[in-house]
């Protein structure tokens, strides 16, 4: 009888596993993190809710923090793949790095060692992408924005080019202060990033 049982969850456990929710977790900045926002506005929290009316199995983590860097997110990753054991992870990082005209080498550094962590996790990547505006010069935007395509290339992940296409240019979209995408936007960010996301959460 012990033996039937063992054979039985033997024959159930690849059932399981397949079913399980995958974890995913989002490591970014205040574009991530709903900064001036209601709660529930932003794309990872519409992103969630469109995985669930999809009847797409996941459970979301959001671990994105204002003002984040790619150090920051560096620093705090290895403790978030321990806690969550995420099969994907979404990294928005660079924002902040290239609004203070930071190295792009530290960031592209930075990046590559969290790509690096989380393929080490067994998860899968989605990198995604964003520019500097044109005032940063335009030696250092185009080496900002190229820095991403490249990670992706070489260490094999997911890329989304630029978070805010189609948003970007439309003053409108965009809190007073310029910087951060007022709620309206963020449909349109999750549009950017839900087709690349979302045949990555649905993979067993």
Request: charged letters at 15%.
């Amino acid at each position: 009888m012990f033996s039937l049982v063992l054979m039985l969850a033997a024959a159930l456990a690849p059932a399981l596993a397949h079913s399980a929710p995958k974890t995913v977790l989002v490591l970014g900045d205040s574009l991530s993190a709903e900064y001036g926002l209601a709660r529930g506005a932003g794309w990872v929290a519409l992103m969630e809710s469109r995985l669930k009316a999809e009847r797409v199995d996941s459970t979301i983590v959001n671990a994105s923090i204002s003002g984040e860097t790619t150090a920051g997110g560096r620093t705090r990753l290895p403790a978030l793949l321990s806690q969550y054991k995420p099969g994907l992870v979404v990294i928005e990082l660079g924002a902040n790095d290239g609004l203070r005209g930071l190295p792009v080498p530290a960031a592209e550094a930075n990046l590559r060692a969290m790509v690096t962590m989380a393929q080490q996790h067994r998860a899968k990547v989605v990198l995604v992408g964003m520019r500097m505006p044109p005032n940063y010069g335009r030696a250092y935007t185009d080496s900002f924005f190229a820095m991403y395509k490249r990670v992706a290339q070489d260490m094999k992940t997911a890329l989304v080019p630029f978070m805010l296409a189609g948003v970007a240019e439309k003053a409108e979209l965009f809190q007073a202060d310029r910087l951060h995408p007022a709620a309206q936007a963020h449909p349109a960010i999750l549009a950017n990033i839900y087709p690349v996301l979302l045949p990555l959460v649905k993979a067993p």
